[in-house]
């Protein structure tokens, strides 16, 4: 299938443009209103135009990959849902919930919307998932997270000068917590298959000198009753330990360690309640979780059973602004 990619920073091309390849698909033509973007694209031998809809009016994709700046999805997706292509956007949906509720009205009825919860699709948690289904730790108690990394204000992510978006108040709708925060919200509804009810973040604007948050600290609850905690931060060092993932149940600990984030690999064990002993739980440590979520994506696109979902996803960012707003006014 053909993939139009609107808005070419470094994770689509670094990550997904890889991840699309290795599911099957092929990139045909980027978008991008930057000279020096289209370049690259052009360099890569794909066509490039400045639009979106003038990517679309060419007629060489089947599927519009979206990632841009939060605050400029709804442009792409709107254009997308017009021309009946079904278009995958990044999280968050957008930076503001107002721009969120637009993104929802332009692709009720339409063609198929996914958000890019990549981390729904990893390998690891997939098979943590399906252990959790399964009875293997009892009756899920809590999900804990840590997914934290170092993002300075001047950080780029390959040495050369760029223009940091994720630190800008408007375009990103906030700081560490908007960028990391929603991945293990999403995946703790996607590991214990129901949602969370109540939220509740502290922030913290505590090493970077910049007007967002550079971390913060979430608690909630799902409707059964499972706990969740969760810190993020753009304030911890890369060589630190900084991703871990733990489902706590009444006769077992799931861990999965360095599997959130960009690749592949990782580990994941589970401990038996009963005798402490650990023991690795298999999965495909090869697929990215960009790869996983491009072949679910296309396999939707075809018709085939999926979980994609706007009206999940926009509960979820209701339930995130809701808590974020609050913070924001203690910061």
């Not at 099957?24 to 289209?38: C, F, I, L, Q, Y």
């Not at 001047?154 to 760029?162: M, R, S």
């Not at 799902?222 to 330990?241: C, D, I, K, M």
């Not at 009963?274 to 072949?295: H, L, M, R």
Request: with cysteine; charged share 20%; hydrophobic share 50%.
């Amino acid at each position: 299938m053909r993939w139009g990619i609107a808005g070419y920073g470094w994770v689509a091309r670094d990550y997904m443009v890889l991840g699309i390849a290795a599911a099957g698909g092929r990139v045909t033509t980027v978008a991008d209103p930057s000279p020096a973007a289209r370049a690259l694209a052009v360099a890569a031998g794909l066509a490039a135009y400045e639009t979106t809809e003038a990517m679309l009016a060419a007629g060489d994709v089947d599927i519009v990959y979206v990632a841009t700046p939060n605050d400029a999805h709804v442009g792409p997706v709107r254009a997308a849902a017009a021309a009946g292509v079904p278009v995958l956007c990044e999280k968050p949906i957008a930076a503001t919930l107002e721009q969120a509720e637009a993104l929802a009205d332009a692709v009720a009825g339409r063609p198929l919307y996914g958000t890019a919860f990549d981390q729904r699709h990893h390998p690891a948690h997939r098979a943590m998932a399906a252990a959790i289904a399964g009875g293997e730790i009892g009756r899920p108690v809590a999900v804990r997270i840590v997914y934290a990394c170092w993002v300075a204000p001047d950080w780029t992510p390959d040495g050369l000068v760029h223009d940091n978006w994720r630190a800008d108040p408007v375009r990103a709708g906030g700081g560490a917590v908007i960028d990391l925060a929603l991945h293990g919200l999403d995946l703790a509804e996607r590991l214990l298959g129901e949602p969370l009810v109540d939220l509740a973040i502290m922030l913290q604007r505590r090493i970077h000198a910049y007007p967002v948050d550079d971390g913060g600290m979430l608690t909630g609850r799902t409707v059964a009753g499972v706990l969740f905690q969760s810190h993020v931060a753009y304030n911890t060092a890369e060589v630190l330990p900084r991703r871990r993932l733990e489902v706590l149940g009444e006769h077992g600990l799931l861990v999965a360690t360095d599997t959130m984030g960009q690749t592949a690999g990782g580990t994941l064990t589970r401990r038996c309640a009963k005798s402490g002993v650990e023991t690795a739980v298999a999965f495909d440590a090869v697929t990215s979780p960009f790869s996983a979520q491009a072949a679910a994506f296309m396999a939707a696109v075809r018709g085939g059973p999926h979980d994609f979902s706007m009206p999940r996803d926009l509960a979820l960012m209701r339930l995130f602004d809701a808590a974020y707003q609050d913070a924001r006014r203690c910061l």
